[in-house]
C-alpha cells in the first residue's frame, strides 16, 4: 500500500495559517541567532584543524586493526571541514565577502569540493525546498521518470536503494553536479572555473606527493578512506534532513516554501561526538528558515522554533540502522500528490 504523506499546504490549512510566510517565521527568532561572532566562529575552525589533525597522527601510529576507527574518526572530522566551508557558502561565516570565500575555498580544497558550484547549486537547493522538479539536493524519483529510463538505468536504481547504497550517493552528486561549469548561468561560470581549478591544482600536487612518500596504499590510507567516511556522512546527512515517508514533495502550484522548510526538514540526533566533530550540521530546522544563521547559533534558534511553530514541524528523530533501513525500504519511489511507493508497489500495480 503507498506510504500515506501529509501534504504541507493542507498542513497550514489545518493550522488556520494556509498563507504562512518564512518571514513570518524568521521574524520571531531571537536576534541573537543571526549575529556573527568571530570568536566562535573561528573556534570551529580551531576545533576542525585540531581533530583532522589529530586523526592523521593516528592514522600514522595505528595498528591495522584500530585503523577503521582512525579512518572514521578521520573522516568524521573532515566533515567539519565541509560544515565551515558551508557555512562560508552562505556568508554567514565571516562579514568580509573575501574572507568567507578565501575560508571556504581552503576548507573545501582536501574534499576536492569546488566551492563556487557547490555554492550556487546548494543555494537553489534552499530556494526549492522539497519542490518537485526544482530541489536539486535528494529529491525522490518520480513513478513516470523510473518508467521512462532505461533497463539499465532502472537496474542500478534499484539496486542502489535495495542494497541500501545511499551512503556513497554525494559521491555521485559530486562528480556530476559540480565540475562541469557549462551547466552553470554564463554569470557564474568564472567564479566555477575558478573553484574548479584550485581543487585541480590541490590535488595535481598533493595525490602525487601522497603517492611518492606514502605508496598508493598511503593514498588509500591517508586520503582515500577518510574521503569516504565524508562522504558517508553527507550522503546521510542529505537524505535524513528531508526524507520520511510522511514527509510530501510538492509542485510548484501546492508548494508552500514556510511550510516545506518548517515540516519538510527533519532534526535528527546523532552521537554527541559526530554532532561536535561536524557542528550542529544536523540541527537543520532553522538552517532552513535562514541560511543567515551560522552554525554556532543553531541550537538556539531550534529552541525557538520549537518553542513558537512546535504543530509544523515533523517528529525529531534519531540517527541509527533502523531509521536508514525505514528510508531506503519505503522511500523509493514517488507518486506525485499521493507519496511514497516501494519498488514492489510499483511492480505489483504495472500488473494489474
Known amino acids: 500500500m503507498t506510504t500515506s504523506i501529509i501534504n504541507s499546504q493542507k498542513l497550514g490549512e489545518d493550522l488556520g495559517e494556509p498563507k504562512l510566510k518564512l518571514q513570518d517565521i524568521i521574524k520571531s527568532l531571537p536576534r541573537e541567532c543571526f549575529e556573527k561572532n568571530s570568536r566562535k566562529a573561528w573556534t570551529q575552525v580551531l576545533i ?62 582536501p574534499l576536492i569540493y569546488p566551492f563556487h558550484s557547490w555554492r550556487i547549486k546548494h543555494n537553489h537547493h534552499h530556494a526549492h525546498t522539497n519542490k518537485l522538479d526544482e530541489d536539486n539536493a535528494w529529491h525522490p524519483i518520480r513513478t513516470q521518470v523510473f518508467t521512462n529510463w532505461s533497463p539499465l538505468k532502472q537496474f542500478a536504481f534499484e539496486r542502489f536503494m535495495r542494497q541500501r547504497l545511499w551512503w556513497v550517493g554525494s559521491i555521485g552528486h559530486w562528480a556530476v553536479v559540480h565540475f562541469d561549469w557549462r551547466k552553470f548561468k554564463t554569470k557564474d561560470q568564472s567564479s566555477v572555473k575558478l573553484s574548479v581549478a584550485v581543487v585541480v591544482v590541490f590535488a595535481a600536487i598533493v595525490f602525487p606527493l601522497l603517492i611518492a612518500t606514502t605508496g598508493i596504499w598511503g593514498f588509500v590510507k591517508f586520503w582515500l578512506l577518510p574521503w569516504m567516511v565524508y562522504h558517508f556522512w553527507m550522503s546521510t546527512f542529505t537524505i535524513v534532513h528531508h526524507t520520511a515517508p510522511d514527509v510530501s514533495f510538492e509542485t510548484a502550484n501546492k508548494w508552500n516554501e514556510a511550510l516545506a522548510q518548517l515540516f519538510g526538514t527533519i532534526h535528527c540526533d546523532y552521537p554527541r561526538w559526530v554532532e561536535i566533530l561536524c557542528h550542529d550540521i544536523n540541527v537543520h530546522v532553522p538552517h532552513h528558515i535562514s541560511t543567515a544563521i551560522p552554525a554556532y547559533n543553531l541550537r538556539l534558534a531550534y529552541s525557538s522554533i520549537k518553542k513558537n511553530w512546535q504543530p509544523y514541524l515533523h517528529d525529531e528523530c534519531q540517527f541509527s540502522w533502523s531509521l536508514m533501513k525505514q528510508i531506503t525500504d519505503q522511500c523509493q519511489l514517488y507518486q506525485t500528490d499521493i507519496g511514497y511507493q516501494t519498488f514492489n508497489e510499483y511492480y505489483a500495480g504495472k500488473q494489474q
Do not use: E, Q
Not at 64 to 75: D, H, R, S, Y
Not at 100 to 105: A, P
Open 48 to 109: 576542525s584543524v585540531s581533530m583532522v589533525a589529530l586523526g592523521y597522527y593516528l592514522l600514522t601510529i595505528s595498528p591495522w586493526f584500530l585503523l577503521p576507527l582512525a579512518w572514521i574518526f578521520t573522516g568524521t572530522a573532515l566533515t567539519g571541514f565541509f560544515v565551515i566551508g558551508h557555512d562560508c557558502g552562505h556568508r554567514s561565516f565571516a562579514k568580509s565577502m573575501w574572507v568567507n570565500d578565501l575560508v571556504g575555498h581552503l576548507f573545501m580544497m
